[in-house]
């Protein structure tokens, strides 16, 4: 519980009026009754002194006339360079598109007169290799939006070959590295002033480069703060709206000569998405929301870092530091429990998915989390998860939170009828294709999900899912990814990311655990519906509104009783030193 009054500091970092022109609908709701969020910036954006000393005034005139004709010729070159690389990039992914789609086809037809299907699947390999391998080639001297493009296609293992997947791994660590020269460039045009006139330290080395952007470390002049500087690389301003063309371009072709295999859906989320995330103002504002937002949520051990200012491709912040969650070294010697690094995660995430007013992140991959130890918690976690990166967030509208609370309660009661019914009302998927989005949502085999989701994988079940997918199942993902809304297709990466994650931790009680949790939050979401409704019939004494009102109030609390009983158990096996783990269910049916 938190006091409902804040302190006068803290309202008043929350109440400074701004809001993005491009994010407004992510503007939250006011806060106490005060003014909504807005760049609650520790430090105003830069200024810079653009006025010349009258001294200065006739050298820079005769300067200005005499540089006209060169810069003139500058320009001219640099239009030609600009014409010619657009010429290069266009022309390196339509030469390769054109190329595999005619391996494919050739390829398709060669497979129908093979008899033997061994000989057969290996024809089709080596072409899925061939074309991964030239679109790799491209990927990499395209750079920028492909490589990010690249990245995301690594860990579609679920829709892609392996062939694919595997051949485009090593993007992950092959981001581009942008020259301090050309950061000092952009600095100067996007804020006025040199960027040694605001930071008197700056790194050469960047700590940490991705596909949009590099990290610098640096030390504010004025105030000799040390912040983290994330600045865009300076080449992609040009390119991104090339980079997108070419994108949709290849998918919409791809659909043309491959109408069963249309992945336009995944262009169309990229077109959508990545001006938000190119556009680090909108990213400082997701990051004010976020942390306001965890602010009422002090028993969450979540730190962002606090926004020091931003422009369009430049965004200053504190400097927060940490481990990667897959350092289980470093957790296990600092007496970090894993199993309550696994815990924290599913709360952060599922408040995000189902708190009232909580933006989600879509896009928790592991270097985007950060773990260290903090001993100074009132808590019972001695560590803080620090979340990176908020230019990818998406708003949850009211009614699609509560459909998919009731969707996975269905699931963890495993009412296959509830399921289907909500699974409609989430994505509009009918019957026909319910178990593959069920599988695909859960990440588990069908027969699982339909029996006791509780179970833990094992390998059996994730080699009957590959099987599945490489007999034609995978056709039929594709088709139902294209059909469910935008929205629905970040949820699923942000549960695959999470998954993934949490997988990483080799935790000791299996997904019991979490999905108590995440049953907690569903539960929360549907009580609130539900009083929502009892009071607009009326008063809460009214009898039948007071026997309503008791009888959701006892479906919240018998999920709670038994996340409390299986926390106690954990505890008491933790001291007693038992490793094995017990299955409660959940059984958490809605009023």
């Known amino acids: 519980m938190i006091s409902s009054t804040v302190p006068a500091l803290v309202a008043r970092r929350l109440n400074i009026g701004w809001t993005c022109a491009k994010c407004r609908s992510q503007v939250p709701k006011p806060i106490l009754g005060r003014a909504p969020?807005?760049?609650?910036?520790?430090?105003?954006?830069?200024?810079?002194?653009?006025?010349?000393?009258?001294?200065?005034?006739?050298?820079?005139?005769?300067a200005t006339a005499g540089g006209a004709a060169t810069a003139g010729l500058l320009a001219v070159g640099d239009d030609i360079k600009a014409f010619s690389e657009t010429v290069q990039r266009s022309g390196r992914v339509a030469t390769t598109l054109f190329i595999c789609v005619n391996d494919y086809r050739?390829?398709?037809?060669?497979?129908?007169?093979?008899?033997?299907?061994?000989?057969?699947?290996?024809?089709?390999?080596?072409?899925?290799?061939?074309?991964?391998?030239?679109?790799?080639?491209?990927?990499?001297?395209?750079?920028?939006?492909?490589?990010?493009?690249?990245?995301?296609?690594?860990?579609?293992?679920?829709?892609?070959?392996?062939?694919?997947?595997?051949?485009?791994?090593?993007?992950?660590?092959?981001?581009?590295v942008s020259s301090l020269e050309s950061i000092e460039v952009m600095f100067k045009a996007d804020t006025g002033g040199d960027l040694y006139d605001y930071f008197s330290e700056f790194s050469k080395e960047p700590i940490g480069a991705a596909s949009l952007a590099q990290v610098h470390l640096a030390t504010i002049r004025e105030t000799g703060q040390k912040v983290a500087v994330k600045v865009q690389h300076p080449g992609l301003q040009q390119w991104a709206p090339l980079d997108m063309s070419l994108t949709k371009f290849t998918f919409s072709t791809l659909k043309r000569f491959f109408p069963e295999y249309d992945l336009e859906w995944l262009s169309s989320e990229i077109e959508s998405s990545l001006p938000q995330e190119l556009d680090f103002q909108c990213e400082a504002e997701n990051a004010l929301r976020t942390?306001?937002?965890?602010?009422?949520?002090?028993?969450?051990?979540?730190?962002?870092?606090?926004?020091?200012w931003a422009r369009k491709r430049i965004l200053v912040m504190a400097c927060e530091t940490g481990h990667r969650l897959d350092d289980l070294n470093y957790m296990d010697s600092n007496g970090i429990d894993r199993d309550e690094v696994s815990a924290t995660l599913a709360h952060i995430f599922n408040e995000m998915i189902f708190g009232e007013g909580a933006p989600l992140h879509c896009d928790p991959h592991g270097g985007n989390i950060a773990i260290r130890k903090n001993n100074c918690r009132r808590s019972k976690a001695n560590f803080d998860i620090i979340l990176y990166d908020h230019g990818l967030y998406r708003d949850i509208p009211q009614d699609l939170r509560r459909s998919y609370a009731k969707m996975w309660l269905a699931i963890l009661d495993g009412d296959l009828e509830r399921m289907k019914k909500y699974v409609n009302e989430v994505a509009g998927i009918g019957e026909d294709k319910f178990p593959l989005f069920a599988s695909a949502i859960t990440g588990r085999d069908f027969t699982i999900v339909s029996s006791s989701i509780m179970k833990p994988k094992d390998d059996s079940e994730q080699k009957t899912m590959s099987t599945a997918l490489q007999e034609g199942l995978?056709?039929?993902?594709?088709?139902?990814?294209?059909?469910?809304?935008?929205?629905?297709?970040?949820?699923?990466?942000?549960?695959d990311l999470t998954r993934s994650l949490d997988e990483n931790l080799q935790t000791r009680q299996g997904p019991v655990r979490q999905f108590l949790i995440m049953a907690r939050y569903c539960m929360r979401t549907i009580f609130d519906e539900q009083l929502e409704e009892i009071r607009r019939r009326g008063s809460l004494y009214w009898p039948p509104n007071a026997l309503r009102l008791l009888t959701a109030w006892l479906g919240y609390v018998r999920v709670e009783a038994k996340l409390e009983v299986f926390e106690l158990w954990l505890s008491v096996k933790r001291l007693l030193g038992y490793r094995d783990t017990i299955d409660l269910g959940v059984a958490a049916s809605p009023a």
């Open 474 to 495: 995978i056709v039929d993902l594709v088709q139902m990814l294209g059909q469910v809304p935008r929205i629905i297709l970040l949820i699923l990466k942000t549960n």
């Open 37 to 62: 969020i807005s760049r609650q910036y520790s430090t105003p954006p830069p200024k810079f002194r653009t006025s010349i000393p009258r001294s200065r005034r006739r050298v820079v005139i005769l």
């Open 106 to 176: 050739t390829t398709l037809n060669q497979r129908e007169t093979t008899e033997d299907a061994d000989e057969s699947d290996k024809i089709l390999k080596a072409c899925h290799q061939r074309c991964a391998d030239r679109t790799l080639r491209v990927l990499e001297k395209n750079g920028g939006i492909f490589i990010k493009l690249g990245q995301h296609l690594s860990a579609m293992n679920y829709l892609l070959p392996s062939e694919w997947t595997t051949t485009f791994i090593p993007l992950q660590d092959k981001c581009p």
């Open 291 to 308: 942390k306001a937002h965890f602010l009422r949520k002090p028993e969450v051990p979540l730190l962002i870092p606090d926004v020091i």
